[in-house]
Protein backbone atom coordinates (compact mmCIF):
# COMPACT_ATOMS: atom_id res chain seq x y z
CA UNK A 1 0.00 0.00 0.00
CA UNK A 2 2.69 2.09 1.02
CA UNK A 3 3.91 2.69 -2.82
CA UNK A 4 0.91 3.72 -4.64
CA UNK A 5 -0.28 6.09 -1.51
CA UNK A 6 3.49 7.95 -2.45
CA UNK A 7 2.88 7.59 -6.24
CA UNK A 8 -0.94 9.39 -5.73
CA UNK A 9 0.98 11.93 -3.57
CA UNK A 10 3.68 12.96 -5.79
CA UNK A 11 1.07 12.83 -8.72
CA UNK A 12 -0.55 15.57 -6.99
CA UNK A 13 2.41 17.72 -6.25
CA UNK A 14 2.79 17.46 -9.76
CA UNK A 15 -0.40 18.28 -10.77
CA UNK A 16 -0.20 21.54 -7.98
CA UNK A 17 3.27 22.39 -10.05
CA UNK A 18 1.61 22.72 -13.17
CA UNK A 19 -1.50 23.78 -11.94
CA UNK A 20 0.48 26.46 -10.84
CA UNK A 21 2.77 27.40 -13.61
CA UNK A 22 -0.06 27.24 -16.35
CA UNK A 23 -1.83 30.60 -17.18
CA UNK A 24 -5.49 30.71 -15.70
CA UNK A 25 -8.26 29.43 -17.70
CA UNK A 26 -11.02 31.52 -17.93
CA UNK A 27 -14.24 30.13 -15.21
CA UNK A 28 -17.03 28.85 -17.04
CA UNK A 29 -20.48 27.25 -15.68
CA UNK A 30 -22.99 25.15 -16.97
CA UNK A 31 -25.85 27.80 -17.51
CA UNK A 32 -26.39 31.47 -17.29
CA UNK A 33 -23.40 34.37 -18.69
CA UNK A 34 -20.62 31.90 -18.97
CA UNK A 35 -22.86 28.85 -19.86
CA UNK A 36 -21.88 26.05 -22.60
CA UNK A 37 -23.30 28.44 -25.41
CA UNK A 38 -20.71 31.05 -24.48
CA UNK A 39 -17.57 28.75 -23.71
CA UNK A 40 -15.65 29.56 -27.30
CA UNK A 41 -15.83 33.56 -26.68
CA UNK A 42 -14.38 33.02 -22.67
CA UNK A 43 -10.91 32.50 -23.36
CA UNK A 44 -8.78 32.37 -26.55
CA UNK A 45 -7.65 29.03 -25.25
CA UNK A 46 -11.83 27.40 -25.90
CA UNK A 47 -11.96 28.66 -29.42
CA UNK A 48 -12.74 25.08 -30.60
CA UNK A 49 -15.91 24.63 -28.16
CA UNK A 50 -17.31 27.44 -30.81
CA UNK A 51 -15.24 26.41 -33.89
CA UNK A 52 -14.50 23.35 -33.67
CA UNK A 53 -16.42 20.72 -36.41
CA UNK A 54 -15.72 17.55 -34.07
CA UNK A 55 -17.01 18.18 -30.75
CA UNK A 56 -18.99 16.31 -28.50
CA UNK A 57 -21.58 14.97 -27.51
CA UNK A 58 -23.72 14.50 -29.87
CA UNK A 59 -26.63 12.66 -30.78
CA UNK A 60 -25.98 8.88 -31.85
CA UNK A 61 -28.28 7.59 -34.76
CA UNK A 62 -27.75 6.24 -38.19
CA UNK A 63 -24.55 4.45 -36.48
CA UNK A 64 -22.70 2.28 -39.30
CA UNK A 65 -22.27 -1.63 -38.16
CA UNK A 66 -18.31 -2.29 -38.63
CA UNK A 67 -18.03 -5.88 -37.89
CA UNK A 68 -13.72 -5.04 -37.96
CA UNK A 69 -14.34 -3.62 -34.71
CA UNK A 70 -12.76 -5.19 -31.88
CA UNK A 71 -14.19 -5.55 -28.58
CA UNK A 72 -12.76 -3.27 -26.47
CA UNK A 73 -10.59 -4.94 -23.42
CA UNK A 74 -10.74 -4.08 -20.47
CA UNK A 75 -8.14 -4.80 -17.36
CA UNK A 76 -9.28 -2.37 -14.29
CA UNK A 77 -8.48 -2.90 -10.96
CA UNK A 78 -9.70 -2.31 -8.11
CA UNK A 79 -8.24 0.08 -5.66
CA UNK A 80 -8.47 3.11 -3.31
CA UNK A 81 -10.00 6.25 -5.06
CA UNK A 82 -9.83 9.78 -4.31
CA UNK A 83 -13.10 11.86 -4.72
CA UNK A 84 -12.79 15.50 -6.07
CA UNK A 85 -15.59 18.02 -6.23
CA UNK A 86 -14.17 20.76 -9.05
CA UNK A 87 -17.50 22.87 -9.11
CA UNK A 88 -18.66 20.91 -12.61
CA UNK A 89 -18.16 17.95 -11.52
CA UNK A 90 -17.29 14.78 -8.99
CA UNK A 91 -13.96 13.48 -10.79
CA UNK A 92 -12.89 9.61 -9.40
CA UNK A 93 -8.94 9.49 -9.45
CA UNK A 94 -7.76 5.88 -9.85
CA UNK A 95 -4.42 4.54 -8.74
CA UNK A 96 -2.74 4.19 -12.07
CA UNK A 97 -3.09 0.04 -13.38
CA UNK A 98 -6.01 -0.15 -14.88
CA UNK A 99 -5.94 0.23 -19.05
CA UNK A 100 -8.51 -0.63 -21.80
CA UNK A 101 -6.98 -1.95 -25.36
CA UNK A 102 -9.18 -0.68 -27.97
CA UNK A 103 -8.35 -0.56 -31.68
CA UNK A 104 -4.81 -1.99 -31.00
CA UNK A 105 -3.71 0.84 -28.63
CA UNK A 106 -3.41 0.97 -25.05
CA UNK A 107 -5.16 3.55 -23.28
CA UNK A 108 -4.35 3.87 -18.94
CA UNK A 109 -7.55 5.27 -17.08
CA UNK A 110 -6.83 8.83 -15.67
CA UNK A 111 -10.12 9.09 -13.77
CA UNK A 112 -13.70 8.80 -14.39
CA UNK A 113 -16.55 11.49 -13.68
CA UNK A 114 -20.23 12.18 -14.04
CA UNK A 115 -22.83 13.94 -15.97
CA UNK A 116 -26.43 14.94 -15.31
CA UNK A 117 -28.47 14.43 -17.16
CA UNK A 118 -26.23 12.09 -19.62
CA UNK A 119 -24.49 14.18 -22.46
CA UNK A 120 -24.98 11.33 -25.06
CA UNK A 121 -28.26 11.62 -26.64
CA UNK A 122 -29.41 7.93 -28.67
CA UNK A 123 -31.85 8.47 -31.13
CA UNK A 124 -32.87 12.43 -29.44
CA UNK A 125 -33.12 10.37 -25.79
CA UNK A 126 -30.61 10.78 -22.97
CA UNK A 127 -30.62 9.07 -20.27
CA UNK A 128 -30.82 10.54 -16.62
CA UNK A 129 -26.83 10.34 -15.72
CA UNK A 130 -24.00 9.21 -17.12
CA UNK A 131 -20.16 8.00 -16.69
CA UNK A 132 -17.11 8.88 -18.41
CA UNK A 133 -14.17 6.96 -18.14
CA UNK A 134 -11.09 9.20 -19.00
CA UNK A 135 -7.98 7.32 -20.75
CA UNK A 136 -4.93 8.49 -22.16
CA UNK A 137 -2.18 6.45 -24.18
CA UNK A 138 1.62 6.33 -23.94
CA UNK A 139 1.49 9.28 -26.78
CA UNK A 140 -0.95 11.23 -25.72
CA UNK A 141 -4.04 10.26 -27.30
CA UNK A 142 -7.71 10.27 -25.60
CA UNK A 143 -10.00 8.06 -25.48
CA UNK A 144 -13.50 7.84 -23.47
CA UNK A 145 -15.66 5.32 -22.95
CA UNK A 146 -19.02 6.26 -21.44
CA UNK A 147 -21.84 4.56 -19.92
CA UNK A 148 -24.95 5.59 -19.54
CA UNK A 149 -27.02 5.10 -16.08
CA UNK A 150 -30.76 5.36 -16.66
CA UNK A 151 -32.79 5.11 -12.67
CA UNK A 152 -34.80 1.82 -12.55
CA UNK A 153 -36.82 1.37 -9.04
CA UNK A 154 -36.65 -2.31 -9.85
CA UNK A 155 -33.24 -2.79 -9.57
CA UNK A 156 -31.00 -3.06 -6.67
CA UNK A 157 -28.87 -0.25 -5.74
CA UNK A 158 -25.57 0.56 -8.50
CA UNK A 159 -23.12 -0.87 -6.33
CA UNK A 160 -19.95 0.60 -7.31
CA UNK A 161 -22.06 3.89 -7.18
CA UNK A 162 -22.99 2.43 -3.20
CA UNK A 163 -19.59 2.54 -2.24
CA UNK A 164 -18.67 6.11 -3.84
CA UNK A 165 -21.78 7.91 -2.89
CA UNK A 166 -21.47 8.11 0.96
CA UNK A 167 -18.23 10.11 0.64
CA UNK A 168 -19.44 12.68 -2.09
CA UNK A 169 -17.51 15.84 -1.47
CA UNK A 170 -20.58 18.61 -1.45
CA UNK A 171 -18.11 21.86 -1.65
CA UNK A 172 -16.29 22.92 -4.81
CA UNK A 173 -12.18 22.42 -4.22
CA UNK A 174 -13.35 19.38 -1.31
CA UNK A 175 -11.76 16.02 -1.91
CA UNK A 176 -12.64 12.77 0.28
CA UNK A 177 -10.34 9.65 -0.37
CA UNK A 178 -12.19 6.42 -0.26
CA UNK A 179 -9.84 3.57 1.67
CA UNK A 180 -12.59 0.75 0.30
CA UNK A 181 -11.78 -1.22 -2.66
CA UNK A 182 -13.20 0.57 -5.74
CA UNK A 183 -12.96 -1.44 -9.16
CA UNK A 184 -14.59 0.58 -11.99
CA UNK A 185 -14.66 -2.51 -14.42
CA UNK A 186 -17.92 -2.85 -11.83
CA UNK A 187 -19.75 -0.41 -13.84
CA UNK A 188 -19.48 -1.60 -17.04
CA UNK A 189 -22.64 -3.00 -18.54
CA UNK A 190 -22.96 -6.97 -19.13
CA UNK A 191 -23.16 -6.31 -22.98
CA UNK A 192 -19.80 -4.77 -24.60
CA UNK A 193 -21.16 -3.74 -27.61
CA UNK A 194 -20.67 -0.01 -28.76
CA UNK A 195 -20.72 3.04 -30.71
CA UNK A 196 -17.92 4.53 -31.88
CA UNK A 197 -16.63 8.08 -33.19
CA UNK A 198 -13.83 10.92 -33.16
CA UNK A 199 -15.39 14.30 -30.80
CA UNK A 200 -13.60 16.08 -28.37
CA UNK A 201 -13.43 16.53 -24.49
CA UNK A 202 -17.22 18.10 -23.10
CA UNK A 203 -15.74 20.64 -20.88
CA UNK A 204 -13.27 23.94 -22.63
CA UNK A 205 -11.27 23.88 -24.07
CA UNK A 206 -13.27 21.21 -25.85
CA UNK A 207 -10.20 19.65 -27.33
CA UNK A 208 -10.28 17.61 -30.23
CA UNK A 209 -9.07 14.13 -31.75
CA UNK A 210 -10.75 12.57 -28.56
CA UNK A 211 -11.56 8.74 -29.62
CA UNK A 212 -15.28 8.01 -27.72
CA UNK A 213 -16.84 4.54 -27.09
CA UNK A 214 -20.53 4.64 -25.91
CA UNK A 215 -22.10 1.40 -24.54
CA UNK A 216 -24.96 0.55 -26.11
CA UNK A 217 -26.33 -1.27 -23.42
CA UNK A 218 -27.78 1.16 -20.38
CA UNK A 219 -26.74 0.55 -16.75
CA UNK A 220 -28.86 1.32 -14.07
CA UNK A 221 -28.66 3.29 -10.51
CA UNK A 222 -31.43 3.93 -8.01
CA UNK A 223 -33.93 6.70 -7.42
CA UNK A 224 -31.82 7.57 -4.53
CA UNK A 225 -28.52 7.45 -6.09
CA UNK A 226 -29.94 9.68 -8.73
CA UNK A 227 -31.18 12.16 -6.40
CA UNK A 228 -27.81 12.50 -4.58
CA UNK A 229 -26.02 13.51 -7.52
CA UNK A 230 -28.81 15.56 -8.74
CA UNK A 231 -28.61 17.58 -5.56
CA UNK A 232 -24.91 18.25 -5.97
CA UNK A 233 -25.40 19.21 -10.14
CA UNK A 234 -29.08 20.65 -11.29
CA UNK A 235 -27.36 20.32 -14.55
CA UNK A 236 -23.91 19.49 -15.41
CA UNK A 237 -24.05 17.90 -18.76
CA UNK A 238 -23.13 20.30 -22.34
CA UNK A 239 -26.07 20.11 -24.82
CA UNK A 240 -25.40 18.48 -28.07
CA UNK A 241 -23.14 19.36 -30.86
CA UNK A 242 -23.48 19.50 -34.49
CA UNK A 243 -21.92 16.36 -35.64
CA UNK A 244 -20.45 17.81 -39.39
CA UNK A 245 -21.46 14.87 -40.96
CA UNK A 246 -18.94 12.22 -38.82
CA UNK A 247 -19.17 8.44 -39.04
CA UNK A 248 -20.48 6.86 -36.21
CA UNK A 249 -19.86 2.97 -36.19
CA UNK A 250 -21.24 0.22 -34.63
CA UNK A 251 -19.58 -2.62 -33.24
CA UNK A 252 -22.54 -4.77 -33.38
ZN1 LIG B 1 -17.48 14.01 -19.11
Not at 21 to 45: F, I
Not at 81 to 90: M, S
Not at 162 to 178: I, N, Q, R, S, Y
Request: aromatic letters at 8%.
Amino acid sequence: MRFPALAAFLLCVTAFANAQSAPQSAPWDYEGKRGALTWGKLDPAYKACSDGHEQSPIDIHGARLNKALQPIEFHYIGGPVTLEHNGHTIIVHVDPGSYIIAGGVRYDLVQFHFHHPAEEAVKGKLTDMDIHLVHKSADGKQAVVAIRLAEDRATPPNAVLAALWPHLPTKAGDTEKVTEIVNPGGLLPPDRGYWTYVGSLTIPPCTEDVRWFIFEQEVTLSRDQLLAFAALFKVNSRPLQDPHGRRIEASE
